[in-house]
C-alpha cells in the first residue's frame, strides 16, 4: 500500500542534478498526499524560481513516483512559498555538511524577493536652434 512515507522515501532517488543532492533532503517536497485510489499529489517548490533543471526535476518525480508499485496519476503542484532556502536541509544532510566545513545560519536564506523597475529615464532636453544645438542645450 502506498502511503505518503513510502512515496516520500521513493522520492530520495531522485536528485537535483545542480548540486547533486536528493530533493527530500534538500527540503524541497513540502507535502505528499495520497488518494484511495493510489493518486499521488507531490507539494514541492525548486532552489529558484528560475531553476534551469526545473522540469528535469518535476519529470523525475513524476516518473519515480508514477513508477512505484499500484501507483496511479501523479501531480506535481510547485509552490513558492515558503520559500526554499538550504536552511530545509534534513538533519542528516546539514551533519553531513557540516563535517565537511559548511556552516549554516540564517543569512543563508536567499531574498527573492523582485526588485523594482527601475525608474524610467528623464525625458532628452528640447536643445534650441543654432546655440542650444552648439551648447548642448
Not at 547533486?20 to 488518494?35: E, Q, R, S
Not at 507531490?42 to 534551469?52: A, N, S, Y
Not at 513508477?67 to 501523479?74: I, L, N, P, T
Request: charge should be negative; glycine fraction near 8%.
Amino acid at each position: 500500500m502506498l502511503t505518503p512515507e513510502t512515496v516520500r522515501e521513493e522520492l530520495k532517488r531522485v536528485f537535483d542534478p545542480e548540486v547533486m543532492l536528493n530533493i527530500v533532503d534538500m527540503g524541497l517536497v513540502y507535502g505528499i498526499d495520497v488518494a484511495q485510489n493510489n493518486d499521488i499529489k507531490v507539494r514541492m517548490t525548486l532552489t529558484t524560481p528560475h531553476c534551469p533543471m526545473g522540469p528535469q526535476i518535476i519529470d523525475d518525480v513524476e516518473r519515480t513516483a508514477g513508477g512505484m508499485e499500484g501507483a496511479g496519476k501523479v501531480g506535481v503542484d510547485i509552490v513558492w512559498e515558503p520559500r526554499w532556502s538550504p536552511m530545509m536541509f534534513s538533519e542528516d544532510l546539514k551533519a553531513e555538511l557540516r563535517e565537511m566545513g559548511v556552516e549554516f545560519e540564517p543569512s543563508m536564506i536567499p531574498d527573492h524577493t523582485p526588485k523594482p523597475e527601475p525608474a524610467p529615464a528623464p525625458p532628452a532636453r528640447k536643445r534650441g536652434r543654432l546655440f542650444g544645438w552648439l551648447f548642448g542645450r
